[in-house]
C-alpha cells in the first residue's frame, strides 16, 4: 500500500485554505445579491406631475428675514403692516399668489411665525419655505 508524504496517522501541520475561500466568496456574493434585490422594493406607477407652473416659474413673491429681523419683501424692506398692505393687494390681483419664506438661520423664531401668522391672515395657502442642501454654506 503506497502513503503519500504523510502517514495516515500522522496529524497535518498545514490547513488548506482555498475551499474555504472560495465559500466565503459564493456566499459574500449571494449576500450582496440578496441585499440588492431586498432594496429595489415594489415596482409601483408613480403618478405624473401636472404641467402646471411651478412657483418658481410663476410670480412668486419672496419674503426674506434677515438675521436682525429685517422683512424684505422681494428685495425691499418693510415692517410687518407695510407687508400685510401689500400682500393683500397682490392676493387681491391673484388668488393663487404663490409665496416662499427665506429666514436666517440667527433670526429669531417668533419673527418667522409673525410672518406665517400674517399669511395664514391673508389666506394665503400657496407658501414654501426656503431651506439650503446639506452640505452648502
Not at 410663476?58 to 434677515?66: D, G, P, R, V, Y
Not at 388668488?95 to 419664506?101: C, F
Not at 419673527?111 to 452648502?136: N, P, Q, S, Y
Amino acid at each position: 500500500m503506497a502513503e503519500g508524504p504523510k502517514g495516515d496517522n500522522e496529524p497535518y501541520d498545514d490547513i488548506n485554505i482555498t475551499p474555504m475561500v472560495d465559500l466565503t466568496f459564493v456566499l459574500l456574493i449571494i449576500f450582496i445579491i440578496m441585499t440588492t434585490a431586498a432594496i429595489q422594493g415594489l415596482k409601483v406607477d408613480l403618478p405624473k406631475a401636472s404641467k402646471a407652473p411651478s412657483l418658481a416659474e410663476s410670480k412668486t413673491k419672496a419674503i426674506t428675514i434677515s438675521a436682525d429681523g429685517q422683512i424684505y419683501l422681494d428685495t425691499y424692506a418693510v415692517t410687518l403692516d407695510q407687508l400685510e398692505g401689500q400682500l393683500a393687494s397682490m392676493k387681491a390681483a391673484n388668488p393663487e399668489l404663490p409665496v416662499v419664506v427665506k429666514g436666517d438661520a440667527a433670526v429669531q423664531y417668533q419673527t418667522v411665525i409673525d410672518v406665517l401668522d400674517l399669511l395664514g391672515r391673508l389666506d394665503i395657502t400657496e407658501v414654501g419655505l426656503v431651506t439650503a442642501k446639506i452640505g452648502k454654506a
